[in-house]
């Protein structure tokens, strides 16, 4: 007797694989490596976005939030751009590789060929890489007489960027440099043209049959602001400056949404894992919410930032985290996520997050996470557990607005001798110093301090060829200046 439903029940199974064979995104989904975006806002407050408390539309990245895990204690590496954004790429304290400070065009500054990126890392892998926005970590394009690595010398197979900001401003920016070559005038707002390109890449260049690794490093809301006059009406309330600024935060959600429906279009959404983040504290006075400081200062306002992850099925959805992470957590996850190997011959500062956010399991940290900036006064920061050390040095000492010959003595010699505590958890704007009410916490965190700072500036290189001190660029009493008004700010 013919057995009709189990010969059918096969030619379904046989149709059912080939189905799924001639189906690239539903099977490479399930079979290939984790892929990996990172987006980054340039100088964007904690305060800012919309699932921060603030009242920029945002609902893109407050989405995004929804559907992972939002972190109120997440810091940047250093509260200006380049350390930070090296912090980023490499795991570790931007001072050990002796990027001190924001590079300014024509500086020998740079990150040193010897670093490993996240990008090298991974492309050890398999994936294809790729970055698309503002790079800040070297000259772009190459500058004969500098040398410095290149975005394909450090990881990246493909690139679209600008050496720092969008110029003259983020519409009709004249500054990309597409894989070596400059692009000239290009019509538009800068973070549209960067998801212009990450579509542009995916129709062009992407391999389905590989895992890939973006990163987006938006230019928005850095100075000088352009925005869409139809997005500033959206803010009839605020000031010209204080709407154009919140619509330049606003267009540059609307690019990241453009960005997180192509992967949903192409079914990549869901083996996908998303770091968002901005790259230091703003600039803007009401942006970094409670937090004491602006950017480039040591302040809380000057570096803990917005930060979320999230990855569809393996990381909670909605979850609020107080637990403290930093940039130099994202290579050491990203590589215990991806089966990369972290580099064992450089200390790594970071420490893999993958464990607590799948499962919440507690996170362990060998040493505290520490910023040095020289630039600002304070010029130090640590924090260990729940409580955080300032450090400055002698206030009389002049700063250049960019590293100089006069600053490398400085940042290899100097040495704190004043220090303020502080419990964040009890108080985030950082008004009431403990130093003298709880001198063994002082002392244990002093003695935390001095291990790890002498560690760092031992490794940070001593850069030569730097430019001469010029006095009138010296920067230190509008520093003063500026902390002084933040502090009014506060009090008011």
């Not at 099977?27 to 699932?51: E, R, V, W």
Request: one cysteine or more; glycine letters at 8%; aromatic letters at 12%.
């Amino acid at each position: 007797m013919f057995r009709y439903k189990p010969f059918f029940l096969s030619i379904g199974l046989i149709l059912s694989c080939f189905h799924f064979s001639c189906n690239p995104s539903s099977t490479i989904a399930q079979k290939q490596s984790p892929n990996i975006l990172i987006i980054l806002a340039d100088d964007m407050g904690y305060g800012d976005l919309g699932c921060y408390g603030g009242i920029t539309r945002t609902p893109n990245i407050d989405a995004l939030a929804s559907r992972g895990i939002r972190f109120t204690h997440c810091y940047a590496g250093a509260p200006n751009c380049s350390p930070s954004r090296v912090s980023l790429m490499t795991g570790r304290i931007p001072a050990r590789s002796g990027m001190y400070s924001y590079r300014p065009p024509k500086h020998v500054m740079h990150l040193p060929d010897e670093e490993i990126t996240i990008a090298e890392r991974l492309k050890a892998q398999g994936y294809q890489t790729a970055h698309m926005g503002k790079w800040h970590l070297g000259c772009l394009p190459q500058d004969p007489a500098l040398k410095h690595p290149q975005p394909d010398q450090q990881g990246f197979d493909y690139s679209l960027g600008t050496e720092n900001n969008a110029m003259p401003s983020h519409l009709n920016p004249v500054n990309f440099v597409r894989n070596g070559k400059e692009i000239g005038e290009t019509d538009g707002y800068s973070c549209q043209l960067v998801a212009d390109e990450v579509t542009s890449w995916f129709e062009q260049h992407y391999e389905a049959s590989r895992p890939f690794f973006l990163y987006v490093p938006f230019h928005e809301p850095h100075a000088k602001i352009a925005s869409p006059p139809e997005l500033i009406a959206h803010y009839p309330d605020q000031t010209p400056k204080d709407a154009a600024y919140f619509a330049n935060i606003e267009n540059m959600d609307l690019a990241t949404g453009r960005i997180l429906t192509l992967l949903k279009e192409k079914g990549l959404d869901k083996n996908t894992m998303i770091f968002f983040a901005s790259d230091n504290g703003s600039y803007r006075m009401g942006s970094n919410g409670e937090l004491r400081g602006l950017k480039g200062g040591v302040y809380e306002g000057g570096m803990r930032i917005p930060g979320i992850f999230s990855f569809p099925g393996m990381f909670p959805e909605g979850k609020v985290s107080d637990l403290p992470i930093w940039f130099q957590d994202v290579l050491p996850t990203v590589c215990d996520l991806t089966g990369a190997s972290v580099p064992k011959d450089r200390p790594i500062d970071g420490v893999p997050l993958l464990s607590y956010l799948k499962h919440g399991t507690a996170v362990q940290r060998t040493q505290p996470m520490l910023w040095f900036f020289y630039r600002s006064s304070p010029e130090i920061a640590l924090r260990m557990g729940d409580y955080n050390l300032i450090a400055r040095v002698n206030d009389t000492i002049p700063r250049t607005h960019w590293i100089a010959d006069r600053d490398m003595p400085f940042i290899k010699q100097l040495q704190p001798d004043f220090f303020e505590l502080y419990h964040l958890p009890n108080d985030p704007g950082q008004q009431q110093d403990l130093a003298a009410s709880e001198p063994e916490k002082l002392a244990e965190m002093k003695a935390a301090f001095v291990k790890i700072f002498e560690e760092v500036r031992e490794e940070g290189p001593f850069w030569e060829g730097l430019p001469a001190y010029d006095p009138k660029k010296a920067n230190h009493n509008k520093h003063k200046e500026f902390l002084r008004n933040q502090d009014r700010f506060l009090n008011r």
